[in-house]
């Protein structure tokens, strides 16, 4: 540990290694992503990166973020519940489809080829191809007239391909489309 912090020192002298003031966006850019998932509200499926788990426990949460001028906006508002479908590399281009054509002009499913699965405990649909779907009813809604309008979910429901594993999910923040990293220690 000592040995790591003496090299710090040393590469600060390096020009690259010294911290400048950045605009707060900047900064903000600077995390390395997000998970990207496909949301289903209703029978509409949204591209959604603004996703984060909420709360553990016995009832676990997770929270969506989703733009008001979005016509999945629109639908979520008159919705009680969404699911989360976590896609993986094989669906790339489906999920870049979903992110750039409105649900307004176009059926999805049709278009993408992928195929709506009726939920068990909700009413949004669920997507066949993707191996994990969470079914959540929604129990708050935060609106701080940001960016985005974000709404917390309840699983209600969750189910997941056995052969699953979470490193085949895939990771976004702006233009960039990653595979989850290598794990370093476990
Ligand atoms: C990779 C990716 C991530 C996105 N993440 C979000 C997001 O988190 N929230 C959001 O409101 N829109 C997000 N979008 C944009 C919407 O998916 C996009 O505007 C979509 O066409 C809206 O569909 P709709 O009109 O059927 O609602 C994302 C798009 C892409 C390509």
Redesign the pocket.
């Known amino acids: 540990m000592k040995l790591s912090i003496k090299r710090q020192k040393e590469s600060r002298e390096d020009n690259t290694a010294v911290k400048v003031e950045v605009s707060p966006q900047q900064g903000l850019m600077a995390f390395p992503g997000f998970p990207?998932v496909l949301v289903g509200v209703k029978d509409?499926?949204?591209?959604?990166?603004?996703?984060s788990f909420f709360s553990f426990g016995k009832a676990p949460m997770v929270m969506?973020?989703?733009?008001p001028k979005?016509?999945?906006?629109t639908?979520i508002q008159e919705s009680e519940d969404y699911s989360i479908n976590i896609p993986t590399l094989e669906l790339l281009e489906a999920?870049?489809f979903?992110?750039?054509?409105?649900?307004?002009d176009v059926n999805?499913f049709e278009a993408t080829g992928l195929t709506l699965q009726k939920a068990q405990k909700i009413k949004s649909c669920l997507i066949k191809e993707c191996p994990v779907s969470l079914e959540c009813k929604i129990v708050h809604t935060i609106d701080l007239e940001g960016s985005?309008v974000w709404f917390v979910g309840e699983i209600v429901a969750a189910h997941k391909r056995k052969d699953y594993d979470r490193s085949q999910a895939l990771i976004?923040w702006p233009r960039e489309?990653r595979k989850v990293g290598e794990v370093i220690e476990n």
């Open positions: 990207l509409n499926i949204i591209t959604v990166a603004a996703v969506i973020g989703i733009v979005r016509y999945s906006f639908l999920v870049k979903c992110g750039t054509k409105s649900g307004k999805k985005h976004y489309y």
